[in-house]
């Protein structure tokens, strides 16, 4: 069950299941995707939509169950991406993707414990 907050959130949620198949686009990802297909991409495998050498990647992300974090820029929109396993009761459930976009300048804070 997918919690009410994720529909409208300001970020890019994508959920794949373990066998790599996306499960869950919010809004934003469904907007982000429009032109791939949007909501249509619920449903076919992650490992489909993505281009070389995303697709290696991400497979190595699946064998491994690492996280994975990178910032991008496309038409002068800077993201942080980050791709992070997901699990129900200790099982691997597949992998959760949250694109978010940056301000053009951002602030940075180092914080003693």
């Avoid at 809004?27 to 992650?46: A, C, P, Q």
């Avoid at 129900?88 to 694109?99: A, P």
């Amino acid at each position: 069950m997918i919690p009410d907050w994720m529909t409208g959130f300001a970020a890019a949620i994508t959920v794949g299941d373990a066998e790599g198949i996306i499960v869950y686009m919010n809004e934003k990802s469904i907007k982000t995707f429009e032109k791939y297909g949007g909501r249509d991409l619920i449903g076919r495998s992650l490992f489909d939509v993505h281009p070389e050498p995303a697709r290696t990647k991400l497979a190595h992300l699946y064998r491994t169950r690492a996280s994975h974090s990178y910032t991008i820029e496309k038409n002068g929109v800077k993201k942080l991406i980050h791709q992070a396993p997901w699990y129900r009761e200790d099982q691997f459930m597949g992998f959760v993707e949250l694109s978010i976009e940056l301000p053009g300048e951002m602030s940075h804070y180092i914080r003693e414990s």
